[in-house]
Protein backbone atom coordinates (compact mmCIF):
# COMPACT_ATOMS: atom_id res chain seq x y z
CA UNK A 1 0.00 0.00 0.00
CA UNK A 2 1.43 3.48 -1.26
CA UNK A 3 1.55 6.33 1.85
CA UNK A 4 3.19 9.46 1.86
CA UNK A 5 2.52 10.70 5.44
CA UNK A 6 3.50 14.38 6.28
CA UNK A 7 4.37 15.59 9.45
CA UNK A 8 5.82 18.99 10.77
CA UNK A 9 3.58 21.05 10.47
CA UNK A 10 2.15 23.90 12.88
CA UNK A 11 1.93 27.62 14.04
CA UNK A 12 5.10 29.51 13.49
CA UNK A 13 5.35 33.88 13.74
CA UNK A 14 6.19 35.46 10.73
CA UNK A 15 10.21 35.41 10.27
CA UNK A 16 10.23 31.76 12.14
CA UNK A 17 11.13 28.45 10.90
CA UNK A 18 9.44 24.69 10.03
CA UNK A 19 10.64 21.81 9.06
CA UNK A 20 8.14 19.51 6.96
CA UNK A 21 9.18 15.58 6.92
CA UNK A 22 7.32 13.31 4.13
CA UNK A 23 7.79 9.56 4.98
CA UNK A 24 7.00 7.13 1.94
CA UNK A 25 6.03 3.52 1.65
CA UNK A 26 5.07 1.15 -0.76
CA UNK A 27 6.98 2.68 -3.70
CA UNK A 28 10.45 2.25 -4.56
CA UNK A 29 11.33 5.26 -3.12
CA UNK A 30 14.55 5.95 -5.13
CA UNK A 31 13.01 5.97 -8.50
CA UNK A 32 10.85 8.85 -8.30
CA UNK A 33 11.12 12.46 -8.11
CA UNK A 34 9.60 14.37 -4.92
CA UNK A 35 7.94 17.62 -4.44
CA UNK A 36 5.79 19.70 -2.43
CA UNK A 37 3.08 21.63 -3.38
CA UNK A 38 0.92 24.01 -1.33
CA UNK A 39 -2.58 25.15 -0.83
CA UNK A 40 -3.86 28.57 0.55
CA UNK A 41 -7.43 28.95 1.25
CA UNK A 42 -9.58 30.42 -1.60
CA UNK A 43 -6.45 29.21 -3.61
CA UNK A 44 -5.60 26.38 -6.45
CA UNK A 45 -2.60 24.14 -5.04
CA UNK A 46 0.55 25.73 -6.46
CA UNK A 47 4.09 23.96 -6.78
CA UNK A 48 6.70 24.72 -4.02
CA UNK A 49 9.88 22.73 -4.42
CA UNK A 50 11.04 18.99 -6.64
CA UNK A 51 13.86 16.92 -6.08
CA UNK A 52 14.94 15.01 -8.65
CA UNK A 53 15.31 11.25 -8.34
CA UNK A 54 19.00 10.79 -10.02
CA UNK A 55 21.36 12.82 -8.74
CA UNK A 56 19.05 14.82 -6.41
CA UNK A 57 18.46 18.31 -8.39
CA UNK A 58 16.29 20.94 -6.70
CA UNK A 59 13.91 22.95 -8.16
CA UNK A 60 12.26 26.19 -6.61
CA UNK A 61 9.43 28.24 -6.82
CA UNK A 62 10.07 31.99 -6.96
CA UNK A 63 8.18 32.73 -4.26
CA UNK A 64 10.40 30.47 -2.18
CA UNK A 65 13.67 30.27 -3.76
CA UNK A 66 16.30 30.89 -0.89
CA UNK A 67 14.17 30.88 1.66
CA UNK A 68 13.22 27.22 1.46
CA UNK A 69 15.11 23.95 0.84
CA UNK A 70 13.99 20.51 -0.59
CA UNK A 71 16.03 17.23 0.11
CA UNK A 72 15.72 13.72 0.05
CA UNK A 73 17.28 10.14 2.09
CA UNK A 74 16.84 7.28 -0.02
CA UNK A 75 17.87 5.12 3.16
CA UNK A 76 15.17 6.76 5.07
CA UNK A 77 12.62 7.21 1.87
CA UNK A 78 12.18 10.54 3.29
CA UNK A 79 12.29 13.96 1.74
CA UNK A 80 12.42 17.05 3.78
CA UNK A 81 11.41 20.97 3.68
CA UNK A 82 13.50 23.58 5.30
CA UNK A 83 11.47 26.78 5.76
CA UNK A 84 13.02 29.57 7.10
CA UNK A 85 12.18 33.31 7.00
CA UNK A 86 8.57 32.53 6.75
CA UNK A 87 5.49 35.30 6.05
CA UNK A 88 2.13 35.05 6.32
CA UNK A 89 1.43 33.89 2.81
CA UNK A 90 3.51 31.07 2.80
CA UNK A 91 0.15 30.14 5.18
CA UNK A 92 -1.34 26.86 3.32
CA UNK A 93 -1.70 23.41 3.59
CA UNK A 94 1.65 21.49 2.61
CA UNK A 95 1.71 18.26 0.10
CA UNK A 96 4.00 16.07 -0.50
CA UNK A 97 4.33 14.07 -4.05
CA UNK A 98 6.06 11.84 -6.49
CA UNK A 99 6.57 11.38 -9.68
CA UNK A 100 8.23 8.90 -11.99
CA UNK A 101 10.23 11.98 -13.17
CA UNK A 102 11.06 15.44 -12.77
CA UNK A 103 7.72 17.09 -13.17
CA UNK A 104 7.57 20.50 -11.65
CA UNK A 105 4.52 22.42 -11.07
CA UNK A 106 2.64 19.45 -13.55
CA UNK A 107 0.08 18.26 -10.81
CA UNK A 108 -1.50 15.45 -13.08
CA UNK A 109 2.21 13.93 -13.67
CA UNK A 110 2.34 13.07 -9.83
CA UNK A 111 0.98 9.56 -9.09
CA UNK A 112 1.24 9.91 -5.31
CA UNK A 113 0.03 12.08 -3.55
CA UNK A 114 0.01 12.57 0.40
CA UNK A 115 -2.64 14.11 2.74
CA UNK A 116 -1.36 17.34 3.91
CA UNK A 117 -0.25 18.93 7.00
CA UNK A 118 -1.06 22.69 8.13
CA UNK A 119 1.49 25.46 8.11
CA UNK A 120 0.41 28.67 9.72
CA UNK A 121 2.21 31.71 9.97
CA UNK A 122 1.47 34.39 11.81
CA UNK A 123 2.41 38.34 11.80
Known amino acids: QVQLVESGGGLVQAGGSLRLSCRASGFTFMSYAMAWFRQAPGKEREFVAAVSRGDSSTYYADSVKGRFTISRDNVQNTVILQMNSLKPEDTAVYYC????????????????WGQGTQVTVSS
Open 97 to 112: AAATSYSGGRQSLYRY
